[in-house]
């Protein structure tokens, strides 16, 4: 079956310092991947997504990834982070065969410091 | 555009109830997912309707659960009985069509909690 692992439960960085959340999925076939981040009572927000192409993908709110297929990952980067990231990140991943349903890695809680 | 929709924000119930929560997806939107998220994890996915038709539902608990979507619209989910462990975040989203690679779009969620 196929499954998210996302290791970090939470991570702590102060503001304007790099952020690395990681992101790994169960071999399969094309995966189709995305990462969403959610606040405190809010739905989720997709930032970025990667279907096929160029391996670096550019979100919103200067968010990045990168899709390695032979380290099965998709790992998340903001080169500075802002007070206002403080949030759930959520790693997602859709497979090309099955009816596109998704499955969500249970997320990292990222603190900011001041 | 109006966001997704959802109603109640917040329930309480006893264990042994019944509770029905509703959705409204963005207008033209032909995909409808209804979600749960148990504290501290992802969001499992309980069933997807595509227009007014099921695609999955392989992870919907039938013996309580059930949802419907009328007129390829709006959607209802209902839970008889409640037991504990029903406690979540109940996310309802919607999508354009029915491609993989489509983005979802996420009401604000209905919180229950089953005591």
């Known amino acids: 079956a196929q499954s998210v692992t996302q290791p970090d439960i939470h991570i702590t960085v102060s503001e304007g310092a790099s952020l690395e959340l990681r992101c790994n999925y169960s071999?399969?076939?094309?995966?189709?991947l995305f990462w969403y981040v959610q606040s405190p009572g809010q739905g989720l927000q997709l930032l970025l997504k990667y279907f096929s192409g160029d391996t670096l993908v550019q979100g919103i709110k200067g968010f990045e990834a990168e899709f390695k297929r032979s380290q099965s990952s998709f790992n998340l980067r903001k080169p500075s982070v802002h007070w206002s990231d403080a949030a759930e990140y959520f790693c997602a991943v859709v497979y090309n065969t099955n009816a596109g349903k998704s499955t969500f890695g249970d997320g990292t809680t990222l603190t900011v410091k001041p | 555009e109006a966001g997704v929709a959802q109603s109640p924000r917040y329930k309480i119930i006893e264990k042994r109830q019944s509770v029905a929560f509703w959705c409204n997806p963005i207008?033209?939107?032909?995909?409808l997912y209804w979600y749960q998220q148990i504290l501290g994890q992802g969001p499992k996915l309980l069933i997807q309707f595509q227009n007014n038709g099921v695609v999955d539902d392989s992870q919907l608990p039938k013996d309580r659960f059930s949802a419907e979507r009328l007129k390829g619209v709006d959607s209802t989910l209902k839970i008889q009985p409640a037991k504990l462990e029903d406690s979540a975040v109940y996310l309802c989203a919607s999508s354009r069509g029915g491609a993989k690679t489509n983005e979802q779009f996420f009401g604000p969620g209905t919180r229950l909690t089953v005591l």
């Open positions: 071999y399969g076939a094309t995966p189709y």
């Open positions: 207008s033209g939107h032909a995909t």
